[in-house]
């Protein structure tokens, strides 16, 4: 069965700092990858997808970027943190083919101060 | 363009109750509907799926939802309330796009009172 783990589960990191997320998926071949963001008391939020290795597909212009070094394995960083990126951060995958239902990892929780 | 419709940012019920969460979807293309939770800090779990074929779909801890595409709403509904059932709830519709992204609604936050 497939397993998606994130880390760390939650992040306090001062403002102008670096950040590093990391996200992986066990028991599947090439999968689609996606990260989330929730801001506080908002939904949902696609800030990137990936449908293979180096390919990077950014939905809104920000200081965060991402990456997927090896098949199974996504990425998302910045280079400094902004208040506003502070929120959880969802990584999600799904099987390449027919079927279009997203599974998601357990979360990351950053705090901007 | 694809879009989702969550009517109710926040539903309250007692235990024990009927559950019935509202979405309505926007689609050019026969829809692939999700419906998904969340608990409190954890990744959101897919309740259930409408792709094709039957328009009452079931899921797990005892939910359903109907596709009615003359009214473009795919409810999420549960005969009986329970305290568990108090989280978060998201409709979403596939994206008939390359790379089959999800749209989701703004969600449900249900709260289950004794």
């Known amino acids: 069965s497939q397993t998606i783990h994130q880390w760390p589960a939650t992040l306090v990191q001062p403002v102008g700092s670096p950040l590093s997320l990391e996200c992986t998926v066990e028991g599947t071949s090439n999968p689609n990858l996606y990260w989330y963001r929730q801001a506080a008391g908002r939904g949902l939020q696609l800030l990137f997808y990936s449908v293979g290795i180096g390919q990077i597909s950014s939905e809104v212009p920000q200081n965060l970027s991402a990456s997927r070094p090896q098949d199974r394995q996504f990425i998302l960083s910045s280079k400094k943190l902004l208040l506003s990126d502070s929120g959880f951060y969802l990584c999600a995958w799904r099987l390449t083919g027919g079927r279009r239902e997203q599974y998601f990892g357990p979360g990351t929780r950053l705090t901007v101060t | 363009a694809q879009s989702v419709t969550q009517l109710g940012s926040h539903v309250s019920v007692s235990e024990g109750a009927l559950v019935l969460l509202r979405c309505n979807y926007s689609s050019s293309v026969p829809p692939y509907l999700f419906w998904y939770v969340q608990y409190p800090n954890q990744g959101l779990q897919l309740l259930l799926k409408y792709t094709t074929g039957a328009t009452l779909v079931k899921g797990i801890n005892g939910f359903e939802a109907e596709f009615k595409k003359s009214e473009t709403s795919f409810h999420l509904t549960k005969p009986s309330a329970h305290m568990s059932d108090a989280a978060e709830y998201f409709c979403?519709?596939?994206?008939?796009?390359?790379?089959?992204?999800?749209?989701f609604g703004a969600g449900t936050r249900l709260a289950v009172h004794p």
């Open positions: 979403a519709v596939s994206d008939s796009g390359g790379y089959n992204k999800l749209i």
